[in-house]
């Protein structure tokens, strides 16, 4: 049996991958490692309590000491690293949790594994997941990021998650550990905690409440359906060659404004609302400070060598999540009531 260890397993993104892992390979034991920031959501996989080859540990990533337990205890042969601060306004006013966090606890799970591994890298890989924010900027005639576009961050966030990088990558080249890199653009579908764009303005939507648009709305994101990025993990993870770095984006860009009147659209015909009744809600307000006007990822290599596609169409995608969140507004409720952080005491009575 396998022992892989997920980090921010209790995340949006981190929750689909678990999932999959369990139900896709019964006879590898998944480790959930999370500490259960605001943004984790252990509830998200109540699906998955008492599957024999499913653990979940409550621990921090920036606390080294638990972390070399964990990794002295369990006999841990791959790792795929979520565990994140991950929402760029947050970022803007919390910079140090974003550097404790995503800098200092992707270099202890580094560290960690290092040492636990002792050199014998046979059957392990370290998989660092990060994101196309790392790139910096595009202008909409510039052509999209490949994987050797040169690192620009501009936020907090996206400096925090390029250093993480760089780590990673100078623990394969200083100490030979068997690593491999994903970059995403950015991902949308169930489960996503409703400070982002997509829940955020759908439930805003269904509660009448103004919709923020950051700016003229003019700045343009790359949106891949969740699911289809843990299936690129899976695959990245399975099959990536040691190493590599794997950019994963959904070839996919949409204008902000575009995609707010697209969620508006589906959103009112899906609530019997007159078509457009609710764009009255949208509501231009102070840009964000270093607002990157435009990503894209080209994903050409993760087509060519490992043949993955993106299977839904954008506004498929968007006619799914939409009904996902209207038909579980008892998630949303929960969530932007904060009953959600009871979960883990009422399952695990800590
Ligand atoms: P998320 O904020 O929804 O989840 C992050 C998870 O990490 C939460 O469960 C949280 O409790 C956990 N966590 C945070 N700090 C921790 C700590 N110190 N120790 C242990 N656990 C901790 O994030 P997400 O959107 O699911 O993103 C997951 C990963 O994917 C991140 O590394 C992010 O940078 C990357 N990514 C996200 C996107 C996107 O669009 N959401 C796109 C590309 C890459
Ligand atoms: P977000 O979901 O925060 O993802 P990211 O900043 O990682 O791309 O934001 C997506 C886009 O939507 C981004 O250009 C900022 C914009 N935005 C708004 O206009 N209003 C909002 O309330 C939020 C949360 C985002």
Redesign the pocket.
């Known amino acids: 049996m396998r022992h892989i260890l997920i ?8 929750s689909h991958v678990v999932r999959l892992f369990v139900n896709k390979y019964p006879d590898d034991e998944i480790i959930n ?5 605001y ?2 959501n252990l509830s998200n996989l109540s699906d998955l309590e008492g599957k024999p080859n499913y653990k979940f540990i409550k ?4 606390d080294y000491d638990a972390i070399r337990k964990i990794f002295e205890t369990l006999k841990i042969d791959g790792v795929i690293h ?6 760029v306004d947050r970022s803007i006013t919390d910079p140090f949790s974003f550097a404790k ?1 995503n800098v200092i ?1 992707t270099l202890n799970l580094l560290q960690s594994a290092k040492d636990a591994w002792r050199e014998n890298y046979e059957g392990k890989l370290f998989y660092h ?4 924010e790392v790139y910096g900027a595009l202008n909409f005639n510039e052509s999209r990021f490949t994987e050797e576009t040169r690192y620009d961050p501009h936020s907090p966030y996206s400096a925090s ?1 390029a250093s993480s990088d760089h780590f990673v990558r100078a623990y394969h080249d200083t100490y030979g550990l068997p690593v491999v890199l994903s970059n ?4 949308y579908g169930p489960y ?2 409703p400070e ?1 764009l997509i829940p955020l303005f759908i439930n805003n939507i269904r509660y009448n409440k103004p919709l923020p648009v950051y700016g003229k709305g003019e700045n343009v994101r790359d949106w891949l359906y969740v699911e289809d990025h843990a299936r690129a993990i899976d695959l990245i993870f399975h099959r990536g060659r040691v190493g590599q770095t794997y950019n994963i984006g959904g070839g996919n860009e949409w204008k902000n404004i575009d995609l707010i009147k697209l969620l508006i659209k589906t959103t009112d015909r899906l609530l019997g609302r007159e078509m457009g009744a609710s764009e009255k809600l949208i509501t231009f307000v102070t840009d964000r400070a270093g607002h990157d006007l435009r990503y894209a990822i080209d994903a050409s290599k993760l087509r060519n060598e490992l043949g993955w596609t993106p299977s839904l169409q954008f506004e498929e995608g968007i006619d799914q999540t939409v009904r996902w969140y209207l038909e579980h507004q008892e998630w949303l409720d929960s969530v932007t009531s904060g009953e959600y952080q009871n979960y883990y005491r009422r399952m695990y009575g800590e």
Do not use: V, Y
């Not at 997941?129 to 196309?132: E, G, K, L, Q």
């Open positions: 980090t921010g397993g209790a995340g949006f993104i981190g490692l999370d500490k259960l920031t943004a984790g621990a921090d990533i920036s979520l565990a994140a601060e991950s929402h966090t606890g997941i990060s994101t196309d998650k995403c653009s950015n991902n996503q905690f982002k």
